[in-house]
C-alpha cells in the first residue's frame, strides 16, 4: 500500500499541463515563423543535423524528472509490516461516575482509583476500536469526544477526579443522554456505552434512557463497583456526613444497575479487586460486531523516495546525454559533461543525508509506541544532531521526554516546535500539550495563553476548546478558594483581636439591662423576616434541589 506522508505537495504536479500547454503553443509559434522563411522541405535541406524529435525527448525527460521530483518531496512511504485483523471497529463511550462516593475505598484502593485502571486496562485490548469518556456526577461533561488515539485518552483518564464536577449526586440518565449524542454518524458499526457507577442514582430515569439507546442500537453496560454491604467516604481526612451529621455510607445498588443494563440490552458486570470484570466486558464487546471479514492492516510504513530520487538523477543523465543536433561521429557525441555530473552526484548526496534523520525519527516512533520512552528521547536526539530544524523531531523529542515525567526540559522542545513548525496543524498539538501540562501543574494563566494558541491555528479542535472552558473554569474556582482564605484569615485575625481587647478589658463585657433587651428583640425581629424569606422561597418553583451531596 503505497500512500504520501506530505500529501500536500502533490498540488505541486499542476505544473506539469501548464508547461505541457506553453511547450505546445511555442511549437506552433515557431512553425509559424518556419513557414515565413521559405518552403518547410526545401529548408529541412537545408538544415541537415537539425533533429524533428530530440528536442521533444529532451523536454519530456526534463518534464518526467520534475514530476518525479514533487513526488520525492510528499515522502511516498509504502506498508512494511502487514497485521490481519478479523474484528471491525466498534464505537464505546465510557461514563465514569465521579461523585463523591466515589473516593470509598470497599474496592482497593478505592472505587474510582479502580475504575481507571478498568478503562486503562480496556484500552489496551482495542486495536480499530474508536472511545469516548463522558465523567457525569449531578451533571455531565465529556472529558473526551470520540477517537481512535488511544494516547490521548489515557492521558485524559489520568486527570478525571470528583473535584472536577460541583454539583454532586449522582444523574445516571444524564451521562447516557449525553453518551449518546457522542458517537459518530457512523452506520453498521457496533456501539456500546459503558456506564461505571455504584448504582446510587438521586435522580432517576436512567432505565428509560437505557431503554431509548437500545432502540438507537446502541446497547448500555453497567459496571457495578463498590460493596452492597456499604463504606463510608473519606474526605479531608475524616469520613464525609450528611445533613443530620451521620456519617454516609455509600452502597452499591445492584437491583438498579440490573435493570437499567436489562433495559438497555446490555449485561450487569460486578467490578471487583480480580480481572474478572474487565474479562466478561471484552467477551460482550467482542459480539457487537458487525462482521468478521479479515482485512489487511498496514502498522509500519518505510520510506519510499529514494527510489523516486534515483529515477529523477538518470533521466536528468539520459536528457544531458541526447544532443538536440543530429551528430553521425560518435567522437562528437559530448556525453558527460562535468558540470550535469556534479549536479548528479550533490543530488544523491542530498538525498543520502536527508534519508538519516528520517531513519532516526521512524526509530524513535517505535521505541515510543512501544513506551522505551528513553531509548526514543536517545534517537530524537541523534534526528536534531542531523537535522537541528527537524520540527518533527523537537515534537517528538518533548513527548518522550514527557514520557520520563521530565516536564521542564519537555516543554522547552515543544515550546521550540511550536515556534518553528510551519504546518499548523502540528503546531497546535504542540502548544495543546503545552496547555495541558500547565493545567495539570495548576498554572492556569498559562495553559490559558497555550490552548488559545493551539486554537489559532486549528480552529476546528473541539477537544482544545473544551480544555480551554474547563481551565477557565478552574481559574475561576481557584481565585474564588484564594479570596475564601484571605477572608478566612481577616476574620480570624479580627477574632483574635476582638478577643484580646476583651480579657484586657474585662468591664467591657458587661451588657446593661436595656442593650440585652434592644439586642433580644433584633434577634426575634431577624427570625421573623427569615421565616417569611423561607416560606416565599418555598413557594416558588424550584428546578432542582440535591438533598446528598455524595
Given at each position: 500500500m503505497l500512500r504520501f506522508e506530505d500529501p500536500i505537495y502533490l498540488w505541486a504536479l499542476l505544473i506539469v499541463p501548464i508547461l505541457l500547454l506553453i511547450r505546445f503553443l511555442g511549437w506552433r509559434s515557431r512553425k509559424a515563423?518556419?513557414?515565413?522563411?521559405?518552403?518547410?522541405?526545401?529548408?529541412?535541406?537545408?538544415?541537415?543535423?537539425?533533429?524533428?524529435?530530440?528536442?521533444?525527448?529532451?523536454?519530456?525527460?526534463?518534464?518526467?524528472?520534475?514530476a518525479l521530483l514533487i513526488v520525492v518531496l510528499a515522502r511516498p512511504q509504502m506498508g512494511s509490516k502487514i497485521s490481519n485483523e478479523k474484528r471491525e471497529g466498534i464505537e464505546t463511550i465510557i461514563a465514569v461516575d465521579i461523585s463523591n462516593s466515589m473516593y470509598a475505598q470497599d474496592v482497593a484502593p478505592s472505587r474510582i482509583d479502580k475504575a481507571k485502571m478498568l478503562i486503562e486496562d480496556l484500552v489496551d485490548n482495542f486495536s480499530n476500536d474508536k472511545v469516548g469518556l463522558v465523567v457525569f456526577a449531578g451533571e455531565s461533561y465529556i472529558q473526551l469526544p470520540i477517537t481512535s488515539d488511544y494516547v490521548s485518552?489515557?492521558?485524559f483518564l489520568h486527570d478525571i477526579d470528583p473535584s472536577l464536577i460541583q454539583t454532586q449526586g449522582t444523574d445516571i440518565a444524564g451521562a447516557i443522554n449525553l453518551s449518546m449524542k457522542s458517537f459518530t454518524k457512523q452506520q453498521n458499526v457496533g456501539k456500546a456505552i459503558?456506564?461505571?457507577?455504584?448504582?446510587?442514582?438521586?435522580?432517576?430515569?436512567?432505565?428509560?434512557?437505557?431503554?431509548n439507546a437500545h432502540k438507537q442500537g446502541v446497547n448500555v453496560f453497567i459496571m457495578g463497583i463498590g460493596d452492597t454491604?456499604?463504606?463510608?467516604?473519606?474526605?479531608d481526612g475524616e469520613y464525609l456526613k450528611d445533613n443530620s451529621g451521620n456519617v454516609v455510607m455509600s452502597r452499591l445498588n445492584e437491583d438498579m444497575c440490573r435493570k437499567i443494563a436489562s433495559a438497555g440490552s446490555g449485561k450487569y458486570i460486578h467490578v471487583d479487586n480480580t480481572s474478572e470484570a474487565e474479562e466478561i466486558l471484552n467477551a460482550d464487546l467482542a459480539k457487537l460486531q458487525k462482521g468478521d471479514a479479515s482485512s489487511v492492516v498496514y502498522s509500519e510504513y518505510a520510506e519510499k523516495f529514494q527510489t523516486f530520487g534515483i529515477l529523477v538523477v538518470l533521466l536528468l543523465i539520459i536528457e544531458v546525454c541526447i544532443m538536440e543536433a543530429k551528430n553521425s561521429r560518435m567522437k562528437d557525441l559530448h556525453i558527460f559533461k562535468r558540470a550535469s555530473l556534479l549536479i548528479a552526484l550533490f543530488m544523491m548526496v542530498g538525498l543520502a543525508?536527508?534519508?538519516?534523520?528520517?531513519?532516526?525519527?521512524?526509530?524513535?516512533?517505535?521505541?515510543?509506541n512501544?513506551?522505551?520512552?528513553?531509548?526514543?528521547?536517545?534517537?530524537?536526539?541523534?534526528?536534531?544532531?542531523?537535522?537541528?530544524?527537524?520540527t518533527q523531531a523537537m515534537y517528538n523529542l518533548g513527548m518522550s521526554l514527557l514520557g520520563q515525567q521530565k516536564v521542564q526540559e519537555a516543554a522547552k522542545y515543544l515550546e521550540q516546535a511550536g515556534k518553528e513548525e510551519p504546518n499548523k496543524l502540528r503546531k497546535a498539538k504542540s502548544y495543546h500539550n503545552l496547555g495541558w501540562m500547565c493545567q495539570k501543574m495548576r498554572d492556569y494563566n498559562n495553559a490559558i495563553n497555550y490552548y488559545k494558541m493551539a486554537l489559532r491555528n486549528n480552529p476546528s479542535d473541539e477537544q482544545t476548546r473544551y480544555n480551554l472552558a474547563l481551565c477557565q473554569h478552574q481559574k475561576k474556582n481557584?481565585?474564588?478558594?484564594?479570596k475564601d482564605k484571605k477572608d478566612d484569615k481577616k476574620k480570624k485575625k479580627k477574632k483574635e483581636e476582638k478577643e484580646q481587647e476583651q480579657n484586657q478589658n474585662p468591664d467591657k463585657n458587661k451588657m446593661s439591662k436595656d442593650n440585652a433587651e434592644q439586642l433580644l428583640n433584633a434577634a426575634v425581629q431577624n427570625e421573623k423576616n427569615a421565616k417569611q424569606k423561607i416560606r416565599k422561597h418555598m413557594a416558588a418553583p424550584r428546578s432542582r434541589n440535591l438533598s446528598k451531596n455524595w
Open positions: 515563423k518556419l513557414k515565413k522563411f521559405g518552403d518547410p522541405e526545401l529548408l529541412k535541406e537545408l538544415m541537415p543535423d537539425v533533429s524533428k524529435y530530440r528536442p521533444t525527448v529532451k523536454f519530456f525527460l526534463a518534464l518526467t524528472a520534475l485518552a489515557k492521558m459503558i456506564v461505571i457507577t455504584d448504582g446510587e442514582d438521586h435522580e432517576g430515569g436512567a432505565e428509560q434512557a437505557a431503554a454491604k456499604g463504606s463510608p467516604i473519606p474526605m543525508n536527508a534519508q538519516s534523520d528520517r531513519d532516526y525519527i521512524r526509530q524513535g516512533n517505535r521505541n515510543y512501544a513506551e522505551n520512552f528513553a531509548q526514543a528521547e536517545t534517537s530524537y536526539r541523534k534526528a536534531l544532531s542531523k537535522n537541528p530544524g527537524n481557584q481565585r474564588d478558594d484564594k
